[in-house]
């Protein structure tokens, strides 16, 4: 049985920092990534990263403060979130693929984690 188990998630002033966390069991995927969705929007792509290869990618929005980042040997993925923004509040979902390629397409994504809070206060 597949499980995505999150943690990480908080209430942070603008500025500030947190990593979440998501571990994954049940499956070796190839493909991991963060969504996030705020009250009343659509979930969107936050950053993904591929096991094998090590690729990453990220959206405009949060290119240059969020790191994805992987440790295989806890089949656990990361993401560090630096200079928090009050837009970053949101709910953020842990992904995981079955298929053999990087996406950022949430349609690829298989598994979901149950969701972690983000708040981020001005």
């Known amino acids: 049985q597949v499980q995505l188990v999150e943690s990480g998630g908080g209430l942070v002033q603008a500025g500030g920092s947190l990593r979440l966390s998501c571990a994954a069991s049940?499956?070796?995927?190839?493909?991991m990534g963060w969504f996030r969705q705020a009250p009343g929007k659509e979930r969107d792509f936050v950053a993904a990263?591929?096991?094998?290869?090590?690729?990453?990618g990220y959206a405009d929005s949060v290119k240059g403060r969020f790191t994805i980042s992987s440790d295989n040997a806890k089949n656990t993925v990361y993401q560090q979130m630096n200079s928090l923004k009050p837009e970053d509040t949101a709910t953020y979902y842990c992904?995981?693929?079955?298929?053999?390629?990087?996406?950022?397409?949430?349609?690829?994504?298989?598994?979901w984690g149950q969701g972690t809070q983000v708040t981020v206060s001005s």
């Open positions: 992904a995981a693929t079955r298929r053999s390629y990087y996406s950022r397409d949430i349609r690829d994504y298989d598994y």
């Open positions: 990263i591929s096991w094998g290869t090590g690729n990453t």
């Open positions: 049940g499956w070796n995927f190839y493909t």
